[in-house]
Structures are given as structure tokens and as C-alpha cells.
């Protein structure tokens, strides 16, 4: 079966740190690049970092400096080191695989993840 796990969200006050964590399914990982992706009440779901199966990495704007995407290989492990979390990285944050770069914008692949809230609030 395949799929995405996410884990780690949770209630962080501002200015905090969180890491999320995703494992994949290895037919959905080796070679993939994968992904993470925010949706807020009201909001379209936005990516927030990518990560090429080499390692290579892209980030939002409103992320860039704060947030670390990195894999591993070994356990099929994406995650998201958030640093000086602000109020409006608020979100169901997603994880996602097959991402591709087409007409000049990133496309979310096909599999996603449930899905894991992440709250910055004081």
C-alpha cells in the first residue's frame, strides 16, 4: 500500500520550534522528490519546501531562513525543521510525493499524507 505518515505537529508558542516528520512508502520515495505543503482556514494549500531525491531543496519566500527540509534515505523519512515559528505558519501542514516542476511552477504529486496541525499560539 502506498502512502505518506506524517507526524510532529502540535501547539508551539511563537517564536518556537517544531520538527515534522513524514515516512513514505519506498515505491513513493527512492528517486522522488517530495515535499511539504500548508493549508490554512480560507486559504489555498501553498508548498512550503521541496526536496529532490539528490537532496537538492527549494523553499517558499515566507519560510526561507526559518525552515529546514532534509531526507533520509535510510528510513524513507522526509522532515521539516521549523524554527521561529510566527502565528501565520498556522496550518495543516501535508506531506507529498512527485512533485514536478512543469510550465514554471511546482506540482504536488499525486500521494499525500493525512495530514498533521501545527498551532502557533501564545
Known amino acids: 500500500q502506498v502512502q505518506l505518515v506524517e507526524s510532529g505537529g502540535g501547539l508551539v508558542q511563537p517564536g518556537g520550534s517544531l520538527r515534522l516528520s513524514c515516512v513514505a512508502s519506498?515505491?513513493?520515495?527512492?528517486?522522488?522528490?517530495l515535499g511539504w505543503y500548508r493549508q490554512s482556514p480560507g486559504k489555498q494549500r501553498e508548498m512550503v519546501a521541496l526536496?529532490?531525491?539528490?537532496?537538492?531543496?527549494v523553499y517558499s519566500d515566507s519560510v526561507k531562513g526559518r525552515f529546514t527540509i532534509y531526507r533520509d534515505n535510510a528510513k524513507n523519512m522526509i522532515h521539516l525543521e521549523m524554527n521561529s515559528l510566527k502565528p501565520e505558519d498556522t496550518a495543516v501542514y501535508y506531506c507529498n510525493s512527485g512533485v514536478i516542476f512543469n510550465t514554471g511552477i511546482w506540482e504536488a504529486g499525486k500521494y499525500w499524507g493525512q495530514g498533521t496541525q501545527v498551532t502557533v499560539s501564545a
Open positions: 519506498r515505491s513513493i520515495f527512492d528517486g522522488y522528490r
Open positions: 526536496i529532490a531525491g539528490g537532496g537538492s531543496t
